[in-house]
């Protein structure tokens, strides 16, 4: 068996977690299996699989392995897909903050699936920072402003923003007409996931973006919570359109100052500058950038 068949063969177990599993999937017999992943832990001189009587599980060494194996497979696929011609296969993973995936990403994808049957997508959830190479992602969205790095960005969207609360806020507060009418209301502070700090209220007024930090009894880092303690009419809070659409259509919460909203959030796509650019992830990215044009502004 060849390096390339081996690899294949490793991959399977460490996601099937059996020997034997893998080799029904591979149509092979168990002991081929197990020789094979044998001859890689020799030539490699590590340890890639920890196995019990009842499963099989990965060694750091054999996590880092699968990851390298899963890209250059990847490639190879790749590679084949371009000089036959046919439409792009293979696994490519994806990071996504999880309330974009949710609203954006999985209600569309069988449109995508339809149209590239032979792509495995893997959606990943985080908003942290992380290591595209050495965790075997292929690419990231992210909105707000990129950070310099060595990573390419592709801007697919601009996401309107809005100024809500809840009717028994505004109750108790009153509607504020202008921005700078805002003395005496209350915000629900949002921390950032990458610093911790706390962020400003933000009001476009005339072109000029105009920031406020109001007295706060709460602050949140997640975004459910966010919205949910404006739900509460614990103050006043900025979200993304899409997020609270469903209750500005129910009269849950109330859109603020509409004539001096927050700045549109970009959305972006960023994917390593020193990986070529695959097929699969390309169609991925122009798929992504129309699906979310039909939610911009």
Not at 52 to 65: F, I, M, N, S
Not at 74 to 99: C, Y
Not at 267 to 288: G, N
């Amino acid at each position: 068996m060849d390096r390339i068949d081996s690899m294949r063969v490793f991959t399977r177990v460490v996601e099937r977690r059996s020997f034997i599993r893998a080799a029904e999937d591979l149509d092979l017999p168990a002991s081929t299996v197990t020789d094979a992943v044998k001859q890689l832990e020799t030539r490699l001189k590590v340890r890639l699989l920890q196995r019990t009587t009842r499963q099989v599980r990965v060694t750091l060494d054999g996590e880092a392995y699968y990851r390298r194996c899963l890209s250059i497979l990847a490639d190879i696929d790749e590679a084949e897909t371009a000089f036959s011609g046919t439409k792009p296969r293979g696994l490519l993973h994806v990071d996504v903050h999880g309330a974009q995936a949710r609203r954006f990403i999985v209600p569309a994808l069988p449109q995508f699936f339809s149209e590239y049957p032979d792509i495995e997508l893997y959606l990943s959830e985080t908003d942290r920072y992380v290591d595209l190479v050495g965790e075997g992602i292929d690419c990231v969205l992210r909105s707000g402003t990129p950070k310099e790095s060595d990573l390419v960005s592709r801007r697919i969207a601009l996401l309107r923003e809005v100024t809500v609360a809840s009717p028994d806020y505004i109750a108790r507060f009153g509607m504020p007409e202008s921005w700078n009418e805002l003395e005496g209301h209350r915000m629900v502070g949002f921390r950032s996931s990458a610093t911790g700090g706390l962020l400003p209220l933000e009001f476009m007024v005339d072109g000029v973006a105009k920031s406020m930090t109001l007295p706060m009894t709460l602050s949140v880092a997640g975004g459910d919570t966010y919205r949910v303690a404006a739900l509460a009419g614990l103050g006043l809070i900025q979200v993304p359109h899409y997020s609270v659409q469903q209750d500005l259509v129910d009269g849950t919460l109330i859109e603020l100052l509409p004539d001096a909203p927050p700045a549109p959030t970009p959305v972006h796509v960023l994917y390593p500058r020193s990986r070529q650019l695959s097929q699969r992830l390309r169609v991925f990215i122009d798929w992504a950038a129309r699906l979310y044009a039909t939610y911009a502004g």
